[in-house]
């Protein structure tokens, strides 16, 4: 790739990337404005402009012009809105790149703003934020920006609702657009298969014309949390099932010190999980399952260093925090240390020189916005490399971590009934008091040498898995396209293909232990969940170690077995190998007794969790698997069996797994054949002599009838979510490539115009939905979903209906012109190229998976859908998809949330 970077004459400065390889070209707009800029008394009017901007031009009128050009040229779009920056970006087909461009630029240049689609557009605003009254995440932060100075704009509601934006003029919106919409604060990135000197000048003849206020970027130079804001305790009761403590601390910018990135070094070793690390000591208590440490929030002219706890014993909530308060205390008596630096640093800029590409839109749009943040020469390398070792740096923003910059979040349902405040807009009810003496006393006298800690917290070892040779193999008898079969028996078999493509030191290995014992049961289904927890936290001593270095290992639990994945630096993975394998097969002869009920613990918060916290909608897909697969448990049973289990089953299960699975694996990525074989034999050696007559599972789905109208009906799981869902899944069944082919250029064509209908204009929801639905291995189906807070489930099934009645028409008379550009777009989307290792291992391992090995499927639905026709979309359409298709099979899964509930009953008593 070549980069340039561009200033024009309106001062926007825009970094141009010509990548001759790239079959997708993309851009981003980061704009230096965002919701600290909200006037007071319209709170979510920065992000409600970012909606409205996609919503027709001057020069573009039509509402819907920007995502149908997209859509019709193989493209997307998307855009945020944050504290002090907004951004805009689109990926598109190389060849449409120039014309994208100009629709977009029109954005920043001369927006309509009309009043019919500021208040369509309002409602939608209002379903987005609907969406988040019951998610955590949106509450909890939310929760925190109330606990700041009002006079802060962090204290703002950035989302807004019909509360907020129903009385706002269109002036308000245009003057906001019209102040701080100014090309010098704006940064632009472009990626394209073009020239430098074509893309140059294309941003040139486009952008120019954005007007140039010559705005300074707005400073908010006081911390949002003053003296009387912190050291405080704010139990806070959470939606889903779940406990956690999270210690919140302001602090100094710190985008300033990226070439020391002080606050890297801090969340290294007060986040780390290995040996004489804080998680590792909590959990040989029982009192925490994981652990996140790091930058929460980052601004012009502050920040906040957040440590959150998941899991954490509720009843030992001083004694943990004491803990953590005994770590900071060893970090400052140690001083800062240069070989910890040394070798995050090592890490860092080694993973910026072996960077793997990824998908252009998010490329562009990660660059448009460091380059608000970072020097010209650093636009790129700043926010992964350690450039300089600054002890003073890191000792600064260690001070800042103390009890009375402090705010202790402590999160759990069992508060429920027990607080007296609620905040403004989520709803989340909470307590706030001042940090207990006790607990001031505690942490004023912690000590990590103290006789309690009997020597469990101490830095970190010497890591040895770290890389230091980056040797790219080459091997003259290597396969070019596809794996081939390195080894293979009864009982196994072995996938090899290096990497030919990227050229980079690194390398994918992935297994699977085919076995029905995973999803046969129930109980089956939960002990594999139990068996790859509990694994992990035997390996968790070596593998974080192997994670900081760049090597990564998971394991996972899928129907039909269990998946052991590793990535990372070749050179030491075997090493990491060798270690899992001999973990796995040894780590359940003396299970601790404490760790099983903690992760059945784990667990059951999780399962109860999905109940009450998840958006309905995933609670539609839910029900719909548990309808269509017969390998589907419901939660309910799982939590049944979760609470029976006892550890000889698991020694059971472990034995049994271990030595009945069919063992498939892939080995991709840089290796010769020699070292492919090395790999190969590791697992072969322990899990290839199984039994030559495994039962392999068998992927069972139902197959509804032709002419067929199947509706399920439900209650939503959490009484109080307001939202209601439809699912409708349209059966294809078993489908061939051709079938395929045309299914996936059916969804294509409709999908823009499914969201344009009912999510822009009959503003049904914010989640308007459509994909292909894959049930156990290859039955196929057309899947719409809607999740809405207006409108009850069988409306809009009866919407869905309505818009695919009047698509048929809309597909008839499309244009030979039209037809060809969206046959062009999905010929092109399946013959993509790979953008790095990970997104090729994908490919490969997802027909090993399914056992069809067909690993030019890609290029056969491209060449499938090049000779489609129209009529032969539109007999496709006829035959599955119509109301009066001879082979429609219609599956509708319907949910009511709690503001439905009377429409619920009167469906019920229909029936």
Same mark, same amino acid.
């Given at each position: 790739?070549?980069?340039?970077?561009?200033?024009?004459?309106?001062?926007?400065?825009?970094?141009?990337?010509?990548?001759?390889?790239?079959?997708?070209?993309?851009?981003?707009?980061?704009?230096?404005?965002?919701?600290?800029?909200?006037?007071?008394?319209?709170?979510?009017?920065?992000?409600?402009?970012?909606?409205?901007?996609?919503?027709?031009?001057?020069?573009?009128?039509?509402?819907?012009?920007?995502?149908?050009?997209?859509?019709?040229?193989?493209?997307?779009?998307?855009?945020?809105?944050?504290?002090?920056?907004?951004?805009?970006?689109?990926?598109?087909?190389?060849?449409?790149?120039?014309?994208?461009?100009?629709?977009?630029?029109?954005?920043?240049?001369?927006?309509?703003?009309?009043?019919?689609?500021?208040?369509?557009?309002?409602?939608?605003?209002?379903?987005?934020?609907?969406?988040?009254?019951?998610?955590?995440?949106?509450?909890?932060?939310?929760?925190?920006?109330?606990?700041?100075?009002?006079?802060?704009?962090?204290?703002?509601?950035?989302?807004?609702?019909?509360?907020?934006?129903?009385?706002?003029?269109?002036?308000?919106?245009?003057?906001?657009?019209?102040?701080?919409?100014?090309?010098? +604060?704006?940064? $632009?990135?472009?990626? =394209?298969?073009?020239?430098?000197?074509?893309? !140059?000048?294309?941003? @040139?003849?486009? &952008? %120019?014309?954005?007007?140039?206020?010559?705005?300074?970027?707005?400073?908010?130079?006081?911390?949002?949390?003053?003296?009387?804001?912190?050291?405080?305790?704010?139990?806070?009761?959470?939606?889903?099932?779940?406990?956690?403590?999270?210690?919140?601390?302001?602090?100094?910018?710190?985008?300033?010190?990226?070439?020391?990135?002080?606050?890297?070094?801090?969340?290294?070793?007060?986040?780390?999980?290995?040996?004489?690390?804080?998680?590792?000591?909590?959990?040989?208590?029982?009192?925490?399952?994981?652990?996140?440490?790091?930058?929460?929030?980052?601004?012009?002219?502050?920040?906040?260093?957040?440590?959150?706890?998941?899991?954490?014993?509720?009843?030992?909530?001083?004694?943990?925090?004491?803990?953590?308060?005994?770590? +900071?205390?060893? $970090?400052?008596?140690? =001083?800062?240390?240069?070989?910890?630096?040394? !070798?995050?640093?090592? @890490?860092?800029? &080694? %993973?910026?020189?072996?960077?793997?590409?990824?998908?252009?839109?998010?490329?562009?749009?990660?660059?448009?916005?460091?380059?608000?943040?970072?020097?010209?020469?650093?636009?790129?390398?700043?926010?992964?490399?350690?450039?300089?070792?600054?002890?003073?740096?890191?000792?600064?923003?260690?001070?800042?971590?103390?009890?009375?910059?402090?705010?202790?979040?402590?999160?759990?349902?069992?508060?429920?009934?027990?607080?007296?405040?609620?905040?403004?807009?989520?709803?989340?009810?909470?307590?706030?008091?001042?940090?207990?003496?006790?607990?001031?006393?505690?942490?004023?006298?912690?000590?990590?040498?103290?006789?309690?800690?009997?020597?469990?917290?101490?830095?970190?070892?010497?890591?040895?898995?770290?890389?230091?040779?980056?040797?790219?193999?080459?091997?003259?008898?290597?396969?070019?396209?596809?794996?081939?079969?390195?080894?293979?028996?009864?009982?196994?078999?072995?996938?090899?293909?290096?990497?030919?493509?990227?050229?980079?030191?690194?390398?994918?290995?992935?297994?699977?232990?085919?076995?029905?014992?995973?999803?046969?049961?129930?109980?089956?289904?939960?002990?594999?969940?139990?068996?790859?927890?509990?694994?992990?936290?035997?390996?968790?001593?070596?593998?974080?170690?192997?994670?900081?270095?760049?090597?990564?290992?998971?394991?996972?639990?899928?129907?039909?077995?269990?998946?052991?994945?590793?990535?990372?630096?070749?050179?030491?993975?075997?090493?990491?190998?060798?270690?899992?394998?001999?973990?796995?097969?040894?780590?359940?002869?003396?299970?601790?007794?404490?760790?099983?009920?903690?992760?059945?613990?784990?667990?059951?918060?999780?399962?109860?969790?999905?109940?009450?916290?998840?958006?309905?909608?995933?609670?539609?897909?839910?029900?719909?698997?548990?309808?269509?697969?017969?390998?589907?448990?419901?939660?309910?049973?799982?939590?049944?069996?979760?609470?029976?289990?006892?550890?000889?089953?698991?020694?059971?299960?472990?034995?049994?797994?271990?030595?009945?699975?069919?063992?498939?694996?892939?080995?991709?990525?840089?290796?010769?054949?020699?070292?492919?074989?090395?790999?190969?034999?590791?697992?072969?050696?322990?899990?290839?002599?199984?039994?030559?007559?495994?039962?392999?599972?068998?992927?069972?789905?139902?197959?509804?009838?032709?002419?067929?109208?199947?509706?399920?009906?439900?209650?939503?799981?959490?009484?109080?979510?307001?939202?209601?869902?439809?699912?409708?899944?349209?059966?294809?069944?078993?489908?061939?490539?051709?079938?395929?082919?045309?299914?996936?250029?059916?969804?294509?064509?409709?999908?823009?115009?499914?969201?344009?209908?009912?999510?822009?204009?009959?503003?049904?929801?914010?989640?308007?939905?459509?994909?292909?639905?894959?049930?156990?291995?290859?039955?196929?189906?057309?899947?719409?979903?809607?999740?809405?807070?207006?409108?009850?489930?069988?409306?809009?099934?009866?919407?869905?209906?309505?818009?695919?009645?009047?698509?048929?028409?809309?597909?008839?008379?499309?244009?030979?012109?039209?037809?060809?550009?969206?046959?062009?777009?999905?010929?092109?989307?399946?013959?993509?190229?790979?953008?790095?290792?990970?997104?090729?291992?994908?490919?490969?391992?997802?027909?090993?998976?399914?056992?069809?090995?067909?690993?030019?499927?890609?290029?056969?639905?491209?060449?499938?859908?090049?000779?489609?026709?129209?009529?032969?979309?539109?007999?496709?359409?006829?035959?599955?998809?119509?109301?009066?298709?001879?082979?429609?099979?219609?599956?509708?899964?319907?949910?009511?949330?709690?503001?439905?509930?009377?429409?619920?009953?009167?469906?019920?008593?229909?029936?």
């Amino acid at each position: 790739r070549d980069y340039r970077i561009v200033t024009l004459e309106n001062d926007l400065k825009c970094l141009l990337i010509s990548d001759p390889e790239t079959d997708k070209a993309a851009a981003a707009m980061d704009v230096r404005v965002g919701y600290f800029s909200d006037p007071d008394n319209i709170a979510g009017l920065a992000h409600f402009c970012e909606h409205m901007l996609f919503m027709g031009s001057k020069k573009y009128p039509s509402e819907n012009e920007y995502k149908s050009f997209l859509s019709k040229n193989g493209g997307s779009s998307n855009a945020f809105t944050g504290t002090e920056y907004t951004n805009f970006h689109f990926d598109v087909n190389v060849d449409y790149l120039r014309e994208a461009l100009d629709i977009f630029g029109q954005f920043f240049i001369e927006p309509l703003f009309l009043e019919d689609s500021i208040s369509r557009e309002i409602c939608a605003v209002n379903s987005e934020s609907s969406n988040y009254l019951k998610s955590d995440g949106w509450r909890t932060y939310q929760l925190q920006k109330s606990m700041c100075s009002e006079n802060h704009p962090f204290h703002k509601f950035n989302v807004g609702n019909f509360e907020t934006l129903r009385d706002m003029f269109g002036d308000e919106l245009i003057a906001f657009h019209r102040k701080y919409y100014s090309s010098n +604060i704006m940064r $632009l990135a472009v990626l =394209g298969n073009n020239s430098l000197n074509e893309l !140059e000048e294309m941003v @040139v003849d486009i &952008f %120019s014309k954005v007007n140039n206020k010559n705005n300074t970027p707005q400073s908010f130079p006081t911390n949002p949390y003053l003296p009387e804001h912190l050291s405080k305790r704010v139990n806070v009761v959470p939606m889903r099932e779940s406990r956690s403590l999270e210690l919140f601390f302001p602090m100094r910018e710190v985008q300033t010190l990226y070439r020391s990135k002080p606050t890297h070094y801090l969340s290294h070793l007060l986040g780390h999980e290995g040996q004489g690390s804080i998680l590792a000591f909590l959990k040989n208590r029982g009192w925490g399952n994981e652990l996140s440490c790091g930058q929460s929030r980052t601004c012009k002219d502050w920040s906040t260093f957040s440590k959150t706890l998941i899991d954490e014993g509720l009843n030992n909530v001083e004694e943990v925090v004491e803990v953590i308060f005994a770590y +900071i205390e060893l $970090l400052n008596s140690s =001083g800062t240390q240069e070989w910890v630096f040394k !070798e995050t640093s090592d @890490v860092a800029n &080694f %993973s910026f020189r072996f960077l793997s590409k990824r998908r252009p839109i998010d490329y562009v749009t990660s660059i448009a916005g460091y380059m608000h943040l970072y020097d010209d020469q650093h636009i790129l390398s700043g926010p992964y490399r350690l450039f300089e070792y600054h002890p003073d740096s890191i000792e600064e923003c260690l001070s800042f971590l103390k009890l009375s910059n402090m705010i202790m979040f402590v999160s759990a349902t069992s508060f429920e009934g027990k607080t007296s405040r609620k905040e403004k807009w989520y709803g989340t009810d909470y307590e706030k008091n001042e940090i207990s003496d006790q607990l001031i006393t505690r942490c004023k006298q912690a000590n990590s040498k103290d006789h309690k800690y009997d020597g469990a917290l101490h830095l970190p070892i010497v890591n040895d898995l770290i890389a230091t040779d980056f040797e790219i193999k080459e091997d003259a008898d290597a396969p070019l396209s596809f794996p081939r079969i390195l080894m293979e028996q009864d009982t196994y078999r072995i996938w090899w293909k290096p990497d030919n493509v990227f050229k980079l030191p690194k390398l994918n290995v992935i297994a699977h232990m085919r076995s029905c014992l995973t999803s046969s049961t129930p109980k089956a289904n939960v002990l594999a969940v139990v068996w790859v927890q509990i694994l992990d936290e035997y390996c968790i001593e070596f593998s974080y170690n192997a994670s900081v270095a760049g090597l990564h290992s998971a394991f996972s639990c899928v129907s039909d077995g269990i998946e052991i994945h590793l990535s990372g630096y070749n050179q030491k993975l075997e090493i990491l190998l060798k270690k899992l394998l001999e973990t796995m097969m040894t780590f359940c002869d003396e299970v601790d007794v404490d760790l099983f009920e903690r992760i059945k613990d784990k667990m059951l918060k999780k399962y109860s969790s999905f109940l009450t916290g998840s958006q309905p909608y995933q609670h539609a897909i839910y029900v719909g698997d548990l309808i269509l697969e017969a390998n589907k448990h419901t939660i309910f049973q799982k939590i049944e069996e979760l609470e029976k289990i006892c550890i000889a089953d698991l020694k059971a299960f472990s034995s049994e797994l271990l030595s009945t699975s069919f063992l498939e694996v892939l080995v991709h990525g840089n290796s010769s054949v020699s070292e492919a074989r090395s790999i190969a034999n590791h697992f072969v050696e322990k899990l290839g002599s199984g039994s030559a007559h495994v039962n392999l599972p068998e992927e069972r789905v139902i197959q509804l009838k032709d002419e067929s109208l199947n509706v399920y009906k439900f209650r939503g799981f959490n009484e109080t979510n307001v939202n209601n869902v439809v699912e409708i899944i349209l059966q294809v069944g078993p489908t061939d490539i051709r079938e395929n082919a045309k299914l996936a250029f059916l969804k294509h064509i409709i999908q823009e115009p499914c969201f344009d209908e009912l999510r822009t204009k009959e503003q049904l929801g914010y989640i308007v939905h459509t994909s292909i639905k894959t049930s156990g291995d290859n039955i196929k189906s057309l899947l719409f979903l809607i999740q809405s807070d207006l409108y009850d489930a069988s409306f809009l099934n009866d919407r869905v209906e309505a818009f695919l009645e009047g698509y048929r028409t809309t597909l008839a008379s499309m244009s030979d012109d039209e037809f060809k550009s969206h046959v062009n777009a999905v010929e092109q989307l399946f013959l993509e190229k790979d953008k790095n290792l990970g997104e090729e291992t994908s490919r490969y391992w997802n027909v090993i998976s399914n056992r069809s090995y067909n690993f030019d499927r890609y290029q056969k639905l491209a060449s499938e859908v090049k000779v489609l026709s129209l009529s032969s979309v539109l007999a496709f359409f006829d035959k599955y998809i119509s109301l009066h298709g001879s082979h429609r099979k219609k599956l509708s899964i319907q949910l009511y949330g709690s503001s439905k509930q009377d429409e619920f009953e009167k469906g019920v008593e229909a029936k």
